[in-house]
């Protein structure tokens, strides 16, 4: 594994991160996950990112982490970064969510904690900016969870560049710096580029973790012959069927030719690619089974391109 500064704080992050977003909940058996969670930590994907409503049911990933915790992981708190969030919809009720209220944020990150069994998250972050709550409320919040030792850091997702530079200022006149950003990048979604996001996240010095570099598992050689049974694709979750069109496949063959010709799966390339710029900290993953993330960390072995092949993804990995 590598590792790298997030932003300029003195906390390192592994380049490949563990998501908990799908495969952590109750449709999936503990045998499986704890066969994906304990290969990451073997691999060094020391870093595992949750959200208070990862499941199903929401919530459920927490518990999922919570017994991993008391059990393979037991004794590895303090090798692990654990993150969490709240900002979606979360429970029933006026303040379940969605919202960035001080109310909801400090009170699901509570349960987040109760769900775990800790005593703290290392990185807390909001989820979505609301705009229907001030952004010094939700800055407060934040830094409340620091000062309240509930969290050791705090970040943001989703925010637009100039949401994010006026939290970042918010933060820092309270005295707990904006420690990183979570944005959504893929090679088939480049918004913090188009946007400047990673610009400003340089100058402010806020590192920055893209999700669902795979989009999915479309860049992965999954579906380049078809939707295969039990691939997420097929359980009506996030990747609808229809993402995947002749046209958007056809492109997707041309990467994985590209790919082969560098020695790499289409996932490999699409990994180095994301993090072929430093001011990217990690890219958090997915993985329903253990073998997705042996194949995965195999990126770390080519991370440079040459700038004919960066030419060539940028023709086939339409935006
Ligand atoms: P990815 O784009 O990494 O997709 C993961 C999926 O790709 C896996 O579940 C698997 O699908 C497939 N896959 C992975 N590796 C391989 C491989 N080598 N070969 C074939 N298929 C492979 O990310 P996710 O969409 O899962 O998101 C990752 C994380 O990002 C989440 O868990 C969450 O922590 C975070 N996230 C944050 C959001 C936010 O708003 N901040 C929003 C969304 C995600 P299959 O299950 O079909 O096998």
Do not use: C
């Not at 949750?50 to 915790?69: C, I, R, V």
């Not at 705009?131 to 800055?139: G, K, Q, R, V, Y």
């Not at 407060?140 to 969290?151: D, E, I, K, Q, Y």
Request: proline share 4%; no cysteine.
């Amino acid at each position: 594994m590598l590792y790298r500064n997030v932003g300029r704080s003195g906390l390192v992050l592994p380049v490949l991160s563990l998501g908990l977003w799908h495969n952590f909940g109750h449709d999936v058996t503990f045998e499986r996950q704890r066969a994906v969670a304990r290969r990451a930590f073997e691999h060094g994907m020391v870093h595992l990112d949750l959200a208070n409503n990862y499941g199903p049911p929401p919530g459920s990933a927490e518990e999922s982490l919570g017994q991993l915790l008391r059990t393979d992981l037991r004794g590895h708190r303090d090798e692990l970064v654990i993150s969490t969030k709240a900002g979606w919809d979360m429970w029933d009720g006026v303040y379940g969510g969605p919202s960035g209220s001080r109310k909801h944020l400090l009170a699901s990150l509570d349960q987040s904690l109760g769900r775990m069994g800790l005593d703290y998250v290392d990185i807390f972050y909001s989820h979505r900016p609301d705009a229907s709550t001030p952004l010094e409320e939700t800055a407060g919040a934040l830094h409340t969870a620091v000062t309240s030792g509930r969290a050791l850091y705090v970040g943001i997702s989703s925010y637009g560049p100039e949401q994010t530079r006026q939290i970042a200022a918010m933060l820092s006149d309270l005295g707990t710096p904006l420690l990183i950003h979570q944005p959504s990048y893929s090679m088939l979604n480049r918004w913090v580029d188009k946007d400047g996001l990673l610009d400003v996240t340089a100058e402010l010095g806020v590192g920055v973790i893209g999700f669902s570099a795979l989009a999915q598992g479309m860049l992965t050689d999954k579906y380049l012959d078809g939707i295969p049974e039990g691939s997420r694709a097929t359980q009506s979750k996030s990747l609808a069927p229809a993402l995947l069109a002749p046209e958007t496949v056809q492109n997707l063959r041309g990467l994985a030719e590209l790919a082969r010709g560098r020695g790499q799966s289409l996932a490999q390339l699409a990994l180095a690619w994301g993090l072929r710029d430093e001011r990217v900290t990690s890219l958090v993953i997915g993985a329903s089974r253990p073998e997705q993330l042996d194949q995965n960390v195999l990126a770390l072995e080519d991370l440079s391109f040459t700038s004919a092949e960066l030419a060539e993804i940028d023709r086939l990995a339409v935006d």
